[in-house]
């Protein structure tokens, strides 16, 4: 099939869940994407921060495929090595316990909203359900995480809603304070808000949560499932926090473009859910485990150190550009605010030229993959320069 012929098929046979950008993708090496058309297109995108390590990074294309022709799945009835050894390593990375996998980012906090419900009617009382979110966030889109995420958008048409949420505005100690009760089992944040805008918390709330969670008993969940696995220049941006969450969830990079996530519980709640409260077939599949063990591999300190001196080496570039007021976020997720033209006609523009990037509410959002050279970055900046002209 042609690029055309795909187009028209994916309107007539796709439910249309999406704008599409006018790009068939076709094959990819790098931070390179190359079209239906045979057109280069350089990525600023990585996925949405799922290709951590690239298109068809050779180390993980060798992970993959041994491990496709082993095995490719067996089931949660059975032991694999893959799925314990990603659980080994992200134990001990984290300090924390225990690991439960899912496949999306949406499981991942499924299963921290199911921890935190069991948790606090198991040890607060029978009425202690309630989980205070932030206005503004983004926390998946089935039915519990639309409800989770603190944006009236997501909330239109799919009432009846679930209860037991709270949404408090980011970085407003006070109004936390005031919303905890006894009834509240769990605090639950992104350290940066992604698709609410690429917005940075501060550090004195989410020390604040932090405290607050430890004074009553409640459990702090910090979704990394876009922060996380080294995008931000930390295997987990909480670190940058000086926190120690009771749950992490990630998703998005950890697979370096399989479909898993999960979460990592601490002492205080890894062993909250038992046989029969949870499950998912997928999960933890052996294939998407040894694509992350993989990435988790290569991310060391030395990988991440690089992560935030191509940061700070984009920060910079993006600065010299005229049109650019501000760059939010942190690592290799960044947020830029563009003053003349609307961000999603940026993206159009961008992409017409040959860059890839994305949007984040009114600001142009990138996440390139981790692994993106300094000529890949140079080639991108050229072509945002000239879409902004
Ligand atoms: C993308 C995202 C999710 C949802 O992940 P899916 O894999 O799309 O279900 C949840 N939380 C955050 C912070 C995200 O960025």
């Known amino acids: 099939m042609n690029s055309s012929e795909i187009k028209k098929l994916d309107k007539e046979k796709i439910v249309s869940t999406y704008s599409r950008y006018d790009l068939v993708a076709d094959s990819g090496k790098g931070a390179c994407c190359i ?30 495929t041994s491990q496709l022709k082993k095995l490719q799945h067996v089931s949660n009835l059975f032991y694999t090595q893959p799925q314990v050894e990603v659980a080994d390593i992200l134990t001990a990375r984290t300090g924390m316990k225990k690991v439960f996998f899912g496949n999306s980012g949406a499981e991942a906090n499924e299963a921290a909203i199911k921890t935190a419900r069991k948790y606090g009617t198991v040890n607060k009382g029978e009425n202690a359900n309630k989980i205070i979110t932030l206005n503004n966030s983004f926390h998946g889109r089935t039915m519990a995480t639309i409800t989770a995420t603190g944006q009236a958008d997501y909330h239109k048409f799919f009432t009846p809603f679930l209860g037991g949420f709270d949404y408090c505005d980011a970085n407003d100690i006070k109004q936390l304070e005031s919303m905890v009760s006894s009834d509240t089992c769990a605090i639950m944040m992104e350290m940066i808000q992604g698709e609410g805008g690429v917005l940075n918390l501060d550090e004195a709330f989410v020390k604040a949560a932090e405290k607050l969670c ?24 909480y670190e940058y926090f000086g926190v120690k969450p009771d749950i992490v969830t990630f998703a998005k990079g950890i697979g370096g473009g399989l479909p898993i996530g999960g979460a990592v519980f601490s002492e205080k ?10 499950g998912t077939t997928y999960g933890g599949n052996p294939v998407a485990c040894a694509g992350a063990l993989e990435v988790l591999k290569r991310i060391d300190d030395d990988f991440l150190e690089k992560v935030a001196e191509k940061s700070q080496y984009i920060r910079e570039k993006l600065m010299e550009l005229p049109q650019v007021k501000s760059v939010s976020g942190m690592g290799l997720m960044l947020g830029v605010e563009i003053e003349g033209k609307e961000a999603g006609q940026v993206v159009k523009d961008a992409l017409k030229e040959g860059l890839m990037i994305l949007t984040a ?19 991108g900046i050229k072509i945002l320069k000239k879409a902004l002209a």
């Not at 859910?273 to 949870?278: A, R, S």
């Open 35 to 64: 079209s239906a058309d045979g057109r280069k297109y350089i990525d600023f995108t990585a996925g949405i921060g799922v290709n951590s390590l690239g298109f068809c990074d050779d180390g993980w294309v060798e992970a993959v």
């Open 214 to 237: 430890r004074e009553k008993d409640m459990l702090f969940i910090i979704d990394e499932v876009q922060t996380g696995i080294g995008r931000s220049g930390k295997l987990f941006a």
């Open 269 to 278: 709640c890894c062993d909250v859910l038992e046989p029969g409260n949870h």
């Open 361 to 379: 509410k009114d600001k142009v959002r990138m996440l390139p993959p981790l692994t993106i050279t300094y000529d890949e970055i140079n080639e």
